[in-house]
């Protein structure tokens, strides 16, 4: 297996894109990519998305975005894994290319959301549970995270004003971020006083509704000189599953999926959780993020509330994450999500952070999952001296 490079990254600002459709977001962002890495042409196409046949009445992303990219005549095809579709998009594409299969290849991911009523919205993310036993009761994505939070506050003693730093430290990261969907800051005060969600989930500790796309270029490493001055390894990229019902589960406050899928990377790519400067989790609530950081194995298990109240999350803390704003702040496009880690990761590595930078970073970690964790894609990059 050849080793992997990534060699160009580029994305569109999180938001409502009344005037833009699901084919132009790919190709603005995939097109961003293509520039930055000085490549005009690439061998296969990997378009990460959940819901477009049921908010756009579109199929067939994987044809219809080379298309939109000018490349006819490209292997291209959709990789779908709920909300973890960018982050597996990116691993199948790091597979095509290690393997030898592509020697140059985009993985991008899309979604286009604020089209839809919410209720729509709400409906085509429940899909990622199982249906029949899950999504028919009414419950949400969010519900199912209150219950996550509620057992995590009576199992640890944490309380809510502890989880919810998790979004004001997002919020804090975005203000910096010109991507990002919301680039504000917000105070724990704040977040209390927003509107009940699912109890004790308030508004402002949950990701909003927006389109978004982002894209990055992969080659062989050993290739990757041609191209840039700055390339950045793949370590490591791997994809776990569990069972899909959370309630079917051994342990509710541990993601399996998370767990296995980072023993995997960390041995991948020949490094320990203490070797890891800068990470992206999927924190679709604040609850999510910290067990996120357990799971991970940055902290002991009910430790990560503690953690993040300490401030070890921030920028210039022990363990900077979600250096631009994450899921909160960045913005939540569930196809896109994985991939705009990867590119922020990328950024870091780079030193191309601006004010956000975490300085000397060379190891980035990015977790995506997909739903509620049946699914946690784990992508582990390196800067290369």
């Known amino acids: ?124 993310i429940m899909m990622s549970e199982r249906r029949e036993y899950v999504t028919h009761t009414g419950v949400t994505i969010t519900g199912l995270n209150a219950i996550t939070a509620q057992l995590y506050m009576s199992r640890f003693g944490a309380k809510y004003e502890d989880l919810v730093l998790f979004s004001v430290n997002d919020h804090k990261n975005a203000v910096n971020n010109p991507y990002a969907q919301y680039p504000f800051p917000i105070t724990v005060e704040r977040v209390l006083e927003s509107p009940m969600v699912a109890d004790p989930i308030r508004l402002l500790d949950t990701p909003g509704v927006g389109d978004g796309a982002a894209a990055v270029v992969l080659c062989p490493m050993e290739r990757a000189g041609e191209f840039t001055d700055t390339p950045i390894r793949v370590g490591a990229s791997t994809v776990a599953t569990d069972v899909v019902n959370p309630y079917e589960r051994e342990e509710l406050l541990t993601l399996s999926s998370t767990r296995t899928a980072a023993e995997r990377a960390y041995e991948m790519a020949g490094v320990t959780p203490g070797d890891v400067d800068v990470v992206e989790v999927h924190d679709n609530s604040s609850v999510m993020g910290v067990i996120a950081l357990e799971d991970l194995g940055f902290v002991e298990k009910g430790c990560g509330h503690k953690f993040v109240a300490e401030g070890e999350i921030e920028i210039g803390g022990k363990l900077p994450t979600n250096t631009f704003g994450g899921l909160k702040a960045r913005g939540h496009p569930w196809g896109a999500t994985g991939v705009y880690q990867v590119v922020e990761l990328v950024w870091q590595l780079r030193g191309e952070a601006g004010k956000n930078q975490v300085d000397g970073a060379e190891v980035g970690l990015a977790q995506n999952v997909g739903g509620t964790g049946a699914t946690s894609c784990i992508h582990i990059l390196r800067r290369v001296d």
Not at 6 to 32: N, P
Not at 51 to 60: D, E, K, V
Not at 88 to 114: F, I, P
């Open 1 to 124: 297996m050849r080793e992997v490079a990534i060699i160009g990254v580029g994305c569109i600002k999180v938001g409502e894109h009344w005037d833009k459709s699901l084919r132009q977001l790919f190709a603005e962002a995939a097109l961003t990519a293509l520039e930055d890495a000085g490549v005009d042409r690439v061998d296969g196409v990997y378009v990460g998305n959940l819901a477009s046949a049921t908010l756009n009445s579109q199929q067939h992303l994987g044809a219809l975005m080379a298309d939109a990219m000018g490349m006819p005549g490209v292997e291209a095809v959709r990789v779908e894994a709920a909300d973890a579709s960018g982050g597996v998009a990116v691993h199948e594409a790091v597979r095509a290319v290690a393997s030898g299969m592509l020697d140059l290849a985009v993985a991008g991911g899309v979604e286009k959301m604020t089209d839809a009523k919410l209720p729509d919205v709400e409906y085509a």
